[in-house]
Nanobody
Framework: QVHLVESGGGLVQPGGSLRLSCTAS????????MGWYRQAPGKQREMVAA???????NYADPVKGRFTIFGGNAKNTMYLQMNSLKPEDTGVYYC?????????WGQGTQVTVSS
């Protein structure tokens, strides 16, 4: 059974950094699309970064050059390194995978960028 657990969120000042982790159970990364999404208050959930099963990576325009998605089967963990954080990066960040015939979500972790 696929299970995703995020961690690493918190409160950070503008310009700071955070690293989010997503530990995946029962997922073979090379057969899955893995991604990070976020949802700000009053807004729709949006894709932040994603990596396909063949290793292609996509980033949303607002985070290009600041965020990096990485990870793999070695630790069954996917990461999102977030640098130069801005207040508009505030939101709940969700781990997502499309694996087999299903789409799965973690419970989310709160990221707040504020001085």
């Amino acid at each position: 059974q696929v299970h995703l657990v995020e961690s690493g969120g918190g409160l950070v000042q503008p310009g700071g950094s955070l690293r989010l982790s997503c530990t995946a159970s029962s997922v073979f990364f090379s057969l899955a699309t893995m991604g990070w999404y976020r949802q700000a208050p009053g807004k729709q959930r949006e894709m932040v970064a994603a990596v396909s099963s063949d290793g292609k990576i996509n980033y949303a325009d607002p985070v290009k050059g600041r965020f990096t998605i990485f990870g793999g089967n070695a630790k069954n963990t996917m990461y999102l390194q977030m640098n130069s954080l801005k207040p508009e990066d505030t939101g709940v960040y969700y781990c997502n995978t499309a694996y087999g015939s299903g789409i799965y979500w973690g419970q989310g972790t709160q990221v707040t960028v504020s001085s």
